[in-house]
């Protein structure tokens, strides 16, 4: 075998180690950013608690203690894991849902992508007319409806309902089929928007999404060093024997 030859195969190696393009599932992690102070702003109301993963079994009222609690003038930086359960799960009897993943990165505007995590939202003490009232907003998916992305809430009684949507909107699929999706919110003007009366224009958060690193297992690595180390041991013999 002729040098050349060898550093071609070893060429071929490192294309084996790097894994093709393809679509798939989304994964990962989103971070949800809310702005209480343009929050209460837009809509005299503001995020008073925040309840991760652990909390997608309990009801959320306005005893619900336990969560990550907020001031009006906070900003909230929470992380709401993407769920990989393929169907949604539901608890009808305290009206809580994991919601599925089923977004493939091949035709983005298919399917949704499940979040776990909930807000209780609290009205600004100034906001007497909703004294002692609270609101919450669970069970979240993502999903994009002919461009524009949404997160939607889920409750029992009203189905699905727009919570914020994302403006500004920045997304890519790298190679291995991950998605990577950021932008800023703002109330639509229906859903969560109509119902607390929001200021539409106001830009109240921001999201992002990254995907979970997938890495190769440890026997591929093997395998590709030990390789690339015969073949370079194979180019310093036939180099010294030339």
Not at 218 to 229: I, P, R
Request: net charge negative.
């Amino acid at each position: 075998m002729k040098i050349n030859d060898l550093i071609k195969s070893s060429v071929v190696v490192c294309g084996l180690l790097s894994p093709s393009a393809h679509a798939s599932l989304v994964t990962g992690t989103a971070t949800l950013s809310i702005n209480n102070s343009a929050f209460d702003a837009a809509t005299g109301w503001y995020a008073e608690q925040f309840f991760g993963a652990g909390f997608n079994n309990t009801a959320i009222s306005g005893s619900s203690t336990g969560g990550t609690v907020y001031g009006t003038t906070d900003t909230l930086s929470d992380q709401l894991t993407v769920n990989t359960n393929s169907a949604n799960i539901n608890n009808t009897s305290i009206n809580r849902r994991v919601e599925a993943t089923t977004l493939d990165t091949g035709n983005l505007q298919v399917g949704q992508i499940g979040l776990s995590g909930a807000f209780l939202l609290d009205p600004d003490p100034t906001n007497t007319a909703y004294a002692g009232s609270y609101l919450t907003a669970y069970d979240f998916r993502v999903v994009d409806n002919s461009g524009q992305w949404f997160i939607q809430s889920y409750d029992k009684y009203f189905g699905y309902t727009d919570f914020l949507q994302l403006v500004n909107v920045t997304q890519s699929v790298d190679a291995n089929g991950n998605l990577s999706l950021s932008g800023s919110l703002e109330f639509t003007s229906d859903g969560w928007g109509s119902l607390l009366g929001a200021n539409t224009s106001t830009i109240v958060g921001a999201f992002s999404l990254s995907p979970a690193a997938v890495p190769l297992p440890a026997s591929v690595w093997m395998f590709g060093a030990s390789l690339l180390g015969f073949v370079a041991a194979r180019v310093r013999g036939m180099a010294q024997s030339a």
